[in-house]
């Protein structure tokens, strides 16, 4: 299983480098590149996440049981570019991904989501009503998780391919 997980790894490594971008080729060591790499990784879990939502869905009822699914991918989407952008900050600051740096960069963009969907009602009114807002903040976990850990491979990735 291991194995598995590295060659998925390596084949999204090796995509990214034999693409056009230019932070695939140049290394990923100024600003511009970090928020593209980024708001690239956001676009990839999201695309994973709604493949991962919709086809099973469709597959086994059918397409209509899996229109509400495709109906919601928008609002998703806006709450993920939502997200991408409350990251920002973090990704202007942490500039590489090694030594403790990875495991900020985890934790924080893990939890960006969360915090967002469970904090408005804790704020608003004081507490959270898991059945109304507890899918939707485990959702908003899956893909920080899935984008955050994309962005710090890939960002190691990059910057140990322009200090070599």
């Known amino acids: 299983m291991p194995q598995t997980r590295k060659s998925v790894v390596n084949c999204i490594m090796v995509l990214c480098q034999r693409s056009t971008l230019p932070l695939a080729r140049e290394g990923c060591t100024t600003t511009a590149r970090r928020i593209a790499l980024a708001f690239f990784c956001m676009l990839l879990a999201f695309a994973i996440f709604a493949t991962l939502g919709t086809v099973p869905l469709a597959v086994r009822y059918g397409l209509r049981y899996a229109l509400p699914t495709v109906q919601l991918l928008p609002v998703y989407l806006l709450f993920s570019i939502f997200g991408w952008f409350l990251a920002l900050p973090f990704v202007i600051l942490f500039k590489n991904a ?10 924080i963009g893990t939890a960006i989501g969360p915090c967002l969907f469970l ?13 109304g807002d507890g899918g939707a903040a485990l959702m908003s976990f899956f ?22």
């Not at 893909?143 to 491979?153: K, R």
């Open 98 to 107: 090694d030594g403790w740096r990875t495991w900020a960069i985890l934790v």
């Open 119 to 131: 904090g408005w009602p804790l704020i608003a009114y004081g507490e959270i009503n898991w059945q």
């Open 143 to 164: 893909i920080g998780f899935l984008t955050t850990t994309f962005y710090v491979l890939l960002l190691r990735r990059f910057t140990r391919s322009t200090a070599a």
